[in-house]
């Protein structure tokens, strides 16, 4: 795999460590306005979103420490690097998301049992409104690292905040209703609703997560593109023994090809390290492996 030059690798905030600093530090952030907020006013969607947080903060927290593990080399113990790492971060933070869910409807029947009362609406909603846009922006912004550098653990941990942005807004629909009919039940419906879905985010976090666990193939249009390298070499006559899968954000690709008998070994060489070459440029963090048999010959 070919290693970016210095002057490529991305800055600190455009960086899988540095959005997952940026991440946990703006939910730190959010934590003090919704515990603030319940306390004023009495919400049990504030309350149970501020909760939400605390679980997003030690998901964002999981998903750092992912990341660190993950970049480390290869060594003894672990020949082919340590890239699940963020595959796992990202199936516990999925589980994270989960329980946030679970909490979020159990408190929101608790309300309803206890038929308490909301206070201070207002205050609520302009607590609320801030919370969202806060964790938008950072979502959306951790969301295009995740992308960038092909993070799993990131993406994960920009679900859950986008998770957290749906959970506060289903209580600024709540706290709005509310305000209009003085009717606090509405701020349970509401908690529920977004309790289903935050739900759903938590199978697909921990689903994609865990199919990447279980060494899943590359997507479609990546093999296509490995198939395409292969077949537009002239030297190469056939291939075989696809074999691909991917741990974090590095893939592993493994292939047999074969070659006129007549090629020396120098020159079978040189093939494969042309197609490495050309595959890992289509496909950053890729680890290729080429098996050379001379044409007709199949163990």
Do not use: W
Request: proline fraction near 3%; include cysteine; hydrophobic fraction near 50%.
């Amino acid at each position: 795999m070919k290693e970016k030059p210095l002057s490529e690798k991305p800055s600190f905030f455009r960086s899988k460590e540095g959005g997952s600093i940026v991440a946990i530090a703006a939910t730190a952030t959010l934590i003090v306005m919704k515990i603030v907020g319940s306390l004023v006013t009495g919400s049990i969607g504030l309350r149970a979103d501020a909760i939400h947080s605390i679980i997003d903060l030690s998901g964002a927290a999981i998903g750092l420490a992912g990341i660190k593990i993950a970049a480390k080399p290869a060594d003894k113990g672990h020949a082919f690097g340590h890239g699940k790492a963020e595959n796992l971060a990202g199936a516990i933070i999925g589980v994270f998301i989960f329980l946030a869910a679970c909490f979020i409807a159990y408190e929101a029947i608790v309300r309803l049992v206890s038929a308490a009362q909301i206070q201070m609406v207002t205050a609520g909603i302009y607590i609320t409104i801030g919370a969202i846009l806060i964790n938008l922006v950072v979502a959306l912004y951790v969301l295009r690292i995740a992308r960038d550098t092909d993070s799993a653990a990131l993406e994960a941990t920009s679900h859950d905040l986008l998770a957290d942005s749906l959970s506060s807004l289903g209580v600024l629909v709540g706290l709005g209703i509310v305000a209009v009919t003085d009717n606090y039940i509405f701020d349970v419906i509401v908690a529920l609703a977004v309790s289903l879905l935050i739900f759903r985010t938590s199978v697909i976090t921990i689903s994609k997560s865990i199919s990447n666990l279980m060494d899943r193939r590359l997507p479609p249009h990546e093999e296509e593109m490995i198939k395409k390298s292969l077949e537009n070499c002239g030297d190469v006559i056939s291939f075989h023994a696809l074999r691909t899968r991917k741990a974090g954000s590095e893939r592993h690709i493994d292939v047999h090809v074969e070659v006129p008998p007549e090629y020396t070994v120098s020159r079978a060489h040189e093939i494969c390290n042309q197609l490495e070459v050309q595959i890992e440029d289509h496909l950053p963090n890729s680890h290729v492996t080429i098996h050379v048999e001379p044409h007709g010959y199949r163990v």
